[in-house]
T-cell receptor, first 115, second 111 residues
């Protein structure tokens, strides 16, 4: 039973380019969460999605960031016109379809470096 | 903001000894969960232990146990018989409407 999959594991972009981060949840999980971790800090919540729905995006920056979880395929976190401050580790987590208080299982993360 | 506080940035323990990592939190909700996650140098986030706030009994997973003091909003992690592989960052987290993490503590294990 595969865990949460994220790709790519490492991504290098130049300022102004777009970054697309992918996340495939664990089998049977329908809730997906994205977090950002800056160096020497804990993870910060960005967005919570279910299939075709954004449930909570209170942690998402207002501009340049978007997320989706389509009916088919992985969840995508998209960062447009990246800046150096976007350099971080981005983690995806998934949980089973419970009341929303299910344990979240994390993927290995994508390390984004903006040059 | 409702926070999760890990006041110790780092700790060290001798192999085979016991160490306790502290965590306090704030919440206005009655239904919530608490977690400890381990992040080794690979940076993978690994679930260590989970505690439901409505349960009075402290959770235990092999060498890992918690001391959950609900009234004090305290949730410490005890690691018994410490092993070299326990060396990592440890994050305390609270799940109510969303999962909120503390800043983490770096645990080193001395051989």
């Amino acid at each position: 039973n595969a865990g949460v999959m994220q790709n790519p594991r490492h991504l290098v972009r130049r300022r102004g380019q777009e970054a697309r981060l992918r996340c495939s949840p664990m089998k049977g999980h329908s809730h997906v969460y994205w977090y950002r971790q800056l160096p020497e800090e804990g993870l910060k919540f960005m967005v919570y999605l279910q299939k075709e729905n954004i449930i909570d995006e209170s942690g998402m920056p207002k501009e340049r960031f978007s997320a989706e979880f389509p009916k088919e395929g992985p969840s995508i976190l998209r960062i447009q016109q990246v800046v150096r401050g976007d350099s971080a580790a981005y983690f995806c987590a998934s949980s089973p379809p419970t009341s929303g208080k299910g344990t979240q299982y994390f993927g290995p993360g994508t390390r984004l470096l903006v040059l | 903001a409702q926070t999760v506080t890990q006041s110790q940035p780092e700790m060290s323990v001798q192999e085979a000894e016991t160490v306790t990592l502290s965590c306090t939190y704030d919440t206005s909700e009655s239904d919530y969960y608490l977690f400890w996650y381990k992040q080794p140098p690979s940076r993978q986030m690994i679930l260590v232990i989970r505690q439901e706030a409505y349960k009075q009994q402290n959770a235990t997973e092999n060498r890992f146990s918690v001391n959950f003091q609900k009234a004090a909003k305290s949730f410490s992690l005890k690691i018994s018989d410490s092993q070299l592989g326990d060396a990592a960052m440890y994050f305390c987290a609270r799940l109510d409407s969303k999962l909120t993490f503390g800043k983490g503590i770096t645990l080193s294990v001395r051989p």
